[in-house]
C-alpha cells in the first residue's frame, strides 16, 4: 500500500503519517532526508528524533539515495515512512542537473508501482501560495507539483493535512 501525505509547513503532516504508520503494526522504518546545513535544521531534526525515541523507529538517513534505501528496507512485515520528499528534491535541484534528477525522480516513480509492505511519503505541499521570484526557487515548486501528481496518480491513499485535520483526497480511512 502506497499514500502520500501532504500539507503545508506545521499543518501536523508528520504526525498524522507517523501515528498511520504506527497503528499498521508492522515494523517501522523512517527514511529521513533531511540535512543539517545549519544549527536551526540540526535542531529540528533533533527534535524528530527525540520524538520518535522509544516508539521502535529504525532510522534511515537518505538525503539522496532514496529509492535505494525504500528498496533495501521494504518487505510486507514493514510499514516505511518517508519524511519528506520537498528536502530530498531540495537535494537534487541545487545539484542543477535536470537529467539527473528526471532519472533519479523516475527511478523512484518505478520502484514505488511494485514495491513490497506499506510505504508513506510526507510531503509539502508548495503549489498554493506565491509565485516566488528566482529561477531555482520557480523550478522548486513546479517539481514538487509534478512529483506529487505523479506519486497521487501511483498512490492507493492521498490525505492532504490542514490545521492538523485530515482530508482525504483518494482512497478511504480504513486500511
Keep these: 500500500m502506497l499514500e502520500l501525505y501532504l500539507g503545508g509547513a ?10 498511520r504508520a504506527r497503528a ?12 543539517a546545513g545549519d544549527t536551526e535544521m540540526a535542531a529540528r531534526i533533533a527534535a524528530h528524533q527525540s520524538d520518535r525515541a522509544g516508539c521502535g523507529w529504525l532510522t534511515v538517513e537518505a ?6 534505501a525504500i528498496r533495501e528496507h521494504a518487505s510486507a512485515q514493514r510499514c516505511i515512512l518517508v519524511d519528506c520528499l520537498t528536502l530530498w528534491l531540495s537535494n537534487w535541484l541545487i545539484k542543477e542537473d535536470a537529467q539527473q534528477w528526471q532519472r533519479i525522480k ?26 516566488p521570484m528566482g529561477a531555482l526557487s520557480r523550478q522548486f515548486v513546479d517539481e514538487s507539483g509534478r512529483l506529487h501528481q ?4 501511483l498512490a492507493d491513499r492521498v490525505v492532504l493535512v490542514t490545521a492538523g485535520l485530515e482530508q482525504i483526497l483518494k482512497g478511504h480511512n480504513s486500511e
Design 63 to 68: 538525503p539522496e539515495a532514496l529509492a535505494a
Design 10 to 19: 506545521r499543518s501536523g503532516k508528520s504526525r498524522l503519517a507517523e501515528a
Design 150 to 153: 505523479d506519486i497521487a496518480q
Design 24 to 35: 499498521s503494526g508492522l515494523e517501522l522504518v523512517y527514511i529521513a532526508t533531511a540535512t
Design 106 to 131: 523516475d527511478e523512484l516513480l518505478a520502484l514505488l508501482e511494485g514495491i513490497p509492505g506499506r510505504v508513506i511519503l510526507v510531503s509539502n505541499e508548495v503549489g498554493q501560495g506565491v509565485v
